[in-house]
């Protein structure tokens, strides 16, 4: 036993796993971080150099790999391909249960989904925190803006977020390194949705790419982003935040972090008479060695339904319907984000500009849907995110253009076309859930997750008003050929999975209180997704990195206090 | 434009039936796959030869290498054995060999300014009958091969390098610039696609 106890346990490696090993290990913890998945060390990203001939069959997916991708590869995902399927799990192989359809995109390695990850990083701001508690719905967030803006600031210091500053009450500013450039007709669109409708606004998306270098010197490993647009298959130069190379490095520095790999968590184990957790179970995923392993404090960070499977299937006399469980909310109120529809145009003229390199990066448009004095009929808002460029040779395959000519024609930039989609906020509903179907098991014996939630009447009324929108100002912008598009995705499909251990002040109504604690046991905390009490419609990993390392200095502090 | 919406847009493109699984396309060995590499493993040597004399048409040796220099009809191959359905293989074949009789003697029997023509012709046809086309038809086959002719070829070497342009690792990236000023000023082979 003495051999495998620490000061504290981190399950997951991902976006919040990596900030709590950061994070605990920095102040001086003794840490064990466990993932279910191999190891991934930085620079080990087998396709990140290659050109697009160096990839078989034009990065497109064979007959195998749909076979064993039928979920990855459902119209809302576009992850299975050459350059990039190594990164997401087989289907075949880690199945779930679906009551209601749920798109799962999931990746089983050290860095878990920070690898690929899209990079966009907001803040949520004051009134995202409020709004549960002033309309009545789900549970009041148990903190404001100000409880968690320093940690924004920390946490986009050490990352380094590119962005610009716009004093907009509804998306905070951060610590930004410079802002990257729009392209012109981007710009052309900033100036006429601004001119014509009073109140919105066409920024540069804020991403987690180096547009200059760190201010800080504490981590060489990261250069800035060399404008190639192919993050997602892992980036050599360290040019985004992956916890690959951020945060891991960070913590396998203090000398403090102990990694175990294909280390599949189970179950926490629960001890009685202390009224706490004393550690975790484990499967090794290549042998199915079990092994358990002790400490004063677990961070769960095994995504929203990692960490959700684990609680559920964590059953003692104290916690018959899973770890923490005591309100009944532990795997309810699913969020994600509306995702998927959105519109496009084709623009005339500016054929004499063009831009060069490949920006990882797109333009936004923040929320502006009850805002201010705008009222709707719905609750809540969404987003745009999008981008303006020029078509490519694809253009000329149903032209009359063939031989020399169409080669000829292939050489000059194609017409520009302009694109954006909307992200829009879904509710907290106790409806939403996610539940252990103990009657299928997975290859390790462990129950599946089975899935049951649906967008309900508010994010119905949002994703129309996505659209409206969208086709308005293309339209009031004067483009040509405005059509809308709505890609088959359910809920999941944003990949911004959220809720199902939320925080609140009602130990009867959450599970966790305000510093991600468990309310039923103080020793174990939960700082991935599944902690939101409300969802905003800002891409959320951010708030994830920033409450993780909010947590992490309270459990540091609470166990110094001996409270915990 | 997010790559969801461009292959959106890029199916759009395929005329009715055409669409297949991806248009897209390069293959994993273009040297392998130039004079000299391993036979065909999906296509017969004579449907080989037909396919490759179309290519050959479509995206022609100029002051330029061609798509037979860039090894697309081995890519062609690569696509039909481990990417496109049976049913998409069944139809691919079905129109090669409806293409085969569509002029007056075999297709590798006419001669050279016969066979542009035969091409030509059916092209235009093809893009004449839009949504209608059968699938299983001559003027089908030359679309799906144009379609396959100019993934292969835009994604390979010479077509990135030598006609359009393309550099590894551009190290900055300028928004918005005058078109003589990006790089040669000729079209990005890879145009920005935000993955969001």
Redesign the interface.
């Known amino acids: 036993m003495e051999k495998n106890t620490y000061d504290a346990i981190v399950v997951g490696t991902g976006v919040s796993g990596g900030w709590a090993a950061k994070e605990l290990t920095e102040q001086g913890l003794k840490t064990l971080v466990l993932d279910r998945g191999p190891m991934v060390k930085h620079g080990d990203y087998p396709t990140a ?1 290659k ?14 790999d ?1 076979e064993r991708h039928p979920i990855h590869t459902r ?2 995902f ?1 992850g299975i391909t050459q350059s990039t399927k190594h990164w997401f799990v087989d289907d075949i192989d880690n199945p779930y249960v679906e009551t209601r359809p749920f798109d799962w995109f999931r990746g089983y390695h050290v860095g878990g989904r920070s690898l690929m990850w ?1 990079r ?1 990083s907001y803040r949520l701001s004051p009134m995202d925190l409020e709004a549960n508690g002033k309309e009545g719905v789900g549970v009041d967030w148990p903190i404001r803006y100000e409880d968690i803006a320093p940690w924004y600031d920390y946490v986009e210091h050490f990352i380094g977020v590119s962005g610009s500053v716009e004093h907009l009450p509804q998306l905070p500013d951060g610590d930004f390194l410079p802002p ?5 007709v ?2 052309d669109f900033r100036d006429k949705v601004s001119g014509k409708f009073g109140g919105r606004k066409l920024i540069i998306g804020r991403t987690a790419n180096l547009s200059a270098p760190l201010k800080h010197d504490k981590s060489p490993q990261r250069a800035p ?5 192919l ?2 298959r892992g980036c050599p130069f360290g040019a985004y935040f992956s916890s690959n190379s951020s945060t891991l490095p960070a913590a396998e520095k203090t000398g403090n972090m102990t990694m175990v790999t294909n280390a599949i968590v189970y179950e926490l184990i629960y001890d009685n008479d202390k009224g706490k957790a004393t550690g975790v179970r484990v499967l090794d995923a290549e042998t199915g060695h079990q092994t358990e392993y002790f400490a004063k404090v677990i961070f769960m960070c095994a995504s929203t339904f990692g960490t959700t499977h684990i609680l559920l299937n964590s059953t003692s006399s104290r916690f018959p319907n899973g770890f923490g469980n005591d309100s009944g909310e532990l795997g309810h109120n699913i969020m994600d984000h509306l995702f ?1 529809t ?1 519109a ?1 145009a084709v623009v005339d003229g500016f ?12 333009f936004y448009i923040p929320r502006y849907r009850n805002v201010g004095n705008d009222k709707r009929p719905y609750l809540r808002g969404f987003g745009y ?16 253009m ?3 000519s ?2 000829r024609a ?5 017409p520009w ?3 954006m ?1 909307g992200f829009g906020e879904m509710l907290p509903s106790h409806r939403n859930k996610v539940t252990l179907d103990h009657s299928r098991k997975d290859k390790y014996g462990l129950p599946l997750l089975n899935f049951d939630a649906a967008h309900e009447e508010n994010e119905k009324a949002i994703a129309k008003e996505i659209i409206d929108d969208a086709l308005e100002m293309f339209s009031a912008a004067g483009y040509r050929d405005v059509r809308s ?1 709505a ?1 088959q995705a359910n809920v999941g499909a944003g990949i911004h999975e959220m809720g199902t251990a939320r925080m609140g002040r009602d130990p009867k109504t959450s599970v966790l209180n305000g510093w991600n604690q468990m309310h039923a046991c103080k020793n174990v905390f939960v700082t991935d997704g599944s902690f939101m009490t409300s969802s905003g419609c800002q891409n959320p990993s951010l708030t994830y990195m920033a409450m993780t390392a909010r947590a992490a200095k309270h459990a540091v502090d609470e166990l110094k206090r001996g409270n915990i | 434009m997010n790559r969801r919406e461009w292959l959106k847009s890029m199916s759009a493109l395929a005329v009715g039936a055409l669409a297949a699984p991806s248009l897209l396309a390069v293959m994993d060995a273009h040297a392998a796959a130039k004079a000299g590499g391993p036979a065909m493993q999906f296509f017969s040597v004579p449907q080989g030869d037909v396919i490759t004399g179309v290519v050959d048409i479509i995206v022609p040796r100029t002051d330029t290498p061609g798509a037979v220099d860039a090894g697309v009809p081995r890519f062609i191959d690569q696509m039909f054995k481990d990417v496109y359905t049976p049913e998409e293989q069944k139809r691919y074949l079905a129109a090669l060999a409806a293409f085969d009789k569509a002029g007056s003697k075999p297709f590798l029997q006419l001669g050279a300014a016969q066979r542009t023509a035969l091409v030509t012709k059916l092209h235009e046809e093809a893009l004449a009958t839009g949504q209608k086309l059968d699938p299983v038809s001559a003027p089908a086959f030359v679309l799906m091969t144009k379609k396959l002719a100019m993934s292969g070829f835009f994604m390979s070497q010479p077509g990135c390098e030598q006609v359009l342009q393309y550099i590894a690792v551009p190290g900055a990236y300028h928004g918005d610039i005058p078109l003589s000023k990006a790089g040669n000023g000729r079209a990005w082979a890879v145009e920005t696609v935000l993955r969001i």
Request: neutral net charge; aromatic residues 10%; proline residues 9%.
């Open positions: 150099m050109a697009p001939w160096e990839l078989p069959y034009g990065d497109e997916p064979t007959r195998h749909i119209p809302s576009y899209g966009q990257m450039e729009l392209t012109c981007e710009k982003c060399q404008y190639r647009n993050c997602m998927g959105g496009h054929e004499d500009r063009y831009y060069s390199g490949r920006r990882p990066n797109g995110q999008g981008g303006a460029s020029r078509r490519d040779w694809t253009r000329l395959v149903d032209t009359p063939i031989g020399a169409l080669k292939a050489q000059d930039p194609g076309t302009i694109s989609m598009f890609v």
